[in-house]
């Protein structure tokens, strides 16, 4: 019997299966940065009912739609910090990626709230290059 593929999960912390899927699946993120990744992974998968599920209801836009973007090549994520106060955290990252073939950045400290157990992203400040 073969064993199941083990994908390696975009976020670049482990294995698919058991690191960004079963949030996607709908279980609760542990921590924040949890969540960032899991957002992250959903952005790279193009998972646009979960990015809405998991923004605050406070910011969340009416509606995401990958359609009609300028097709993004998502290539890594490298958290720098993350900080967790009560039900409030940060997390600061980096996303590479490539729109058009020309690579790009986002440095962002993403803020979060943590409401009935579950933590759900609220906005972000987007740092310079």
């Known amino acids: 019997m073969k064993a199941a593929k083990q994908t390696p999960c975009p976020c670049g912390k482990g294995i698919y299966a058991t690191c960004c899927q079963p ?3 709908g279980a ?3 921590t924040a940065e949890s969540l960032m990744r899991s957002r992250y992974s959903a952005f790279v998968l193009q998972l646009a009912d979960y990015l809405q ?3 605050h209801a406070s910011t969340r836009p009416a509606e995401l739609s990958f359609d009609g973007d300028e097709p993004t090549k ?5 958290v720098r910090a993350q900080a967790e106060q009560g039900d409030s955290a940060t997390v600061e990252f980096i996303a590479r990626y490539k729109v058009s ?9 993403s803020r979060f709230v943590r409401e ?3 933590w759900y ?3 972000g400040e987007i ?3």
């Open 23 to 25: 949030l996607h699946a």
């Open 28 to 30: 609760a993120a542990g």
């Open 53 to 55: 599920a998991s923004w």
């Open 74 to 78: 998502w290539i890594a994520l490298d």
């Open 101 to 109: 073939g020309r690579a790009q950045r986002l440095h962002e400290i």
């Open 116 to 118: 009935q157990g579950r």
């Open 121 to 123: 992203y609220v906005d």
């Open 127 to 129: 740092l310079p290059q």
